[in-house]
């Protein structure tokens, strides 16, 4: 595992500024540096993913994993800020902290109730969520899939399915009803963007629909689980496409059934977690990377290893 540990700052990475070498001491913070944060976060492919981008953009940046012990969140990333850190992604479990620490949320961060990158200046932290457009980009570009019109059925109620239904309303779905396990969840989730544009478009389902739907989005974790929420087989045979935000080498649970039930299109999150990479990045840098080459790595990297993994 690395850890970025606060204090292997001291031996940490520094600078190598090919005018000054000889003139003068290399300065640590001249290199930006920024870093996903997590616990636990050995398994994140965000350094890989934003190396590849630094690199295609020829920016000059260094990213490394942050370990946070569970109750130490806002003290590691007031240390990373402290040292001269410009920026941090977010994962797993502190998504919510992230959101409670930031000076001013975005307003698709505060839909969400989730940050997932922070933004370090002068002016304060920042907290954006880029999970969403990463998915509608991900949809859109990649799989070619216009969403303006579509008629969507959301699976599950929790903070990866909260994070994505506004950037879907504004990208003019039709319609999205959330389903989930747990009904109440479905329905406290949609009490939440009672004051969201387009919100009449947005209904929680009491009954999995078996028909009427061209797109489904798992945002469940059950595929962690080699599961799949239960969903008619008639509804993915209907759909046009099925989309997982969990990846892995192997399609997950739910993927195989709309396969098995006639779904004409699947996908995986692996593109997801690129194209939020890369909203992140732009965040930060000002600059959109090319998504394409660095999804295209990384899957026939993950081809040949066996995990399933959240896309986030
Ligand atoms: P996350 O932040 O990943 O969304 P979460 O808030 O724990 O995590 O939510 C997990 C979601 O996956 C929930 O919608 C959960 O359904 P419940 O609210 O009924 O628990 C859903 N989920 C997890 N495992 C599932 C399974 N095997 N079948 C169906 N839904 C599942």
């Given amino acids: 595992m690395h850890a970025h540990a606060p204090d292997s700052q001291a031996g940490g990475p520094q600078a190598i500024d090919p005018q000054a070498a000889g003139s003068r001491a290399p300065d640590p913070k001249a290199i930006d540096r920024y870093a996903v944060v997590g616990h636990p976060i050995a398994h994140s492919r965000s350094p890989q993913i934003h190396a590849a981008f630094a690199a295609q953009t020829g920016q000059r940046l260094a990213y490394d994993r942050l370990l946070a012990p569970l109750d130490g969140f806002a003290a590691t990333v007031a240390d990373f800020r402290a040292q001269g850190g410009r920026g941090l992604n977010v994962t797993v479990p502190f998504k919510l902290e992230a959101a409670a620490l930031a000076d001013t949320l975005t307003p698709r961060a505060a839909a969400a109730g989730a940050v997932n990158t922070l933004v370090f200046s002068d002016e304060g932290v920042l907290g954006d969520n880029t999970d969403g457009v990463g998915l509608v980009r991900d949809l859109e570009g990649r799989l070619a899939c216009p969403l303006a019109g579509r008629r969507v059925l959301l699976l599950g109620a929790g903070g990866a399915a909260r994070g994505v239904v506004l950037p879907l309303l504004e990208a ?85 059934e709309a396969g098995e039930a006639g779904c004409a299109r699947v996908s995986d999150g692996l593109g997801m977690l690129v194209e939020q990479a890369a909203e992140s990045f732009r965040l930060w840098r000002g600059v959109l990377p090319d998504t394409a080459p660095v999804y295209a790595r990384l899957r026939a990297e993950i081809d040949g290893t066996p995990a399933t993994t959240p896309a986030r």
């Fill in 172 to 256: 003019g779905v039709a319609s999205i009803g959330v389903f989930n396990r747990t009904r109440d969840r479905a329905r406290e989730l949609v009490a939440a963007f009672g004051q969201a544009p387009r919100t009449s478009a947005l209904a929680a389902l009491d009954d999995c629909p078996s028909s009427g739907i061209d797109l489904i989005i798992n945002a469940t974790s059950a595929g962690l689980h080699d599961s799949a929420p239960a969903v008619p087989h008639a509804c993915l045979a209907g759909a046009q496409l099925a989309y997982d935000m969990v990846y892995g080498a192997r399609p997950t649970a739910f993927l195989r």
